[in-house]
């Protein structure tokens, strides 16, 4: 499961709007993760179970629309006359269930997720949708491990000319004193 959700949101998701067959039907799948979404922004923005409902509620109906509708603009339409008569104070008809913040938040929230996307579920709700599945082994060759360092020889030619070289380095503290030297003569910095 997809979404923003984990998976114990995913189960009851499941349960709640009967979407039982969504390993296997993409209409069902693409209904979750709408709902997933849904209710990961709820958690988000910290709404009470109330709001929540209507905010599932809101987004059913919008997905139901687009199955009928092809035009985005019926859909925002609708969308914002039932987020008013969720929001609006001593209107008849309406109930004072979200604050102006959270009307902001829910409208760039549903912007995002469902408007800007509005074609996409009306195709995946009007078309037939072919599940293909394919199968294949992959074979991939890797390297064996190296042997363990402690288990290497030493090449005795590498061996010889290691020690050559540190016979041949210079003490540190002579060379320390003949920078030094070298320094006092020309001056510290030229």
């Given amino acids: 499961m997809e979404g923003g959700g984990s998976d114990g949101d995913g189960r009851f998701v499941v349960e709640k709007f009967d979407l039982k067959d969504f390993e296997s039907n993409a209409k069902s799948t693409i209904l979750l993760d709408l709902y997933l979404w849904t209710l990961s922004f709820c958690k988000e923005a910290g709404l009470s179970e109330e709001k929540t409902s209507a905010l599932f509620t809101i987004m059913k109906r919008l997905h139901e629309h687009s199955k009928d509708h092809d035009d985005v603009l019926s859909a925002f339409n609708l969308f914002k006359q039932m987020l008013l008569q969720h929001s609006l104070a001593n209107t008849q008809g309406c109930v004072e269930l979200y604050s102006p913040t959270e009307v902001k938040m829910i409208t760039q929230f549903v912007h995002t997720t469902f408007l800007q996307h509005y074609r996409l579920y009306r195709f995946a709700n009007t078309r037939d949708q072919e599940k293909d599945q394919f ?56």
């Fill in 135 to 190: 199968s294949t082994c992959l074979f991939v060759n890797t390297a064996p491990a190296p042997p363990p360092l402690l288990a290497g020889k030493v090449d005795e030619e590498k061996k010889a000319v290691q020690e050559q070289v540190a016979e041949e380095k210079p003490d540190d503290k002579e060379a320390k004193e003949e920078v030094a030297k070298e320094e006092k003569k020309v001056g510290r910095w030229g």
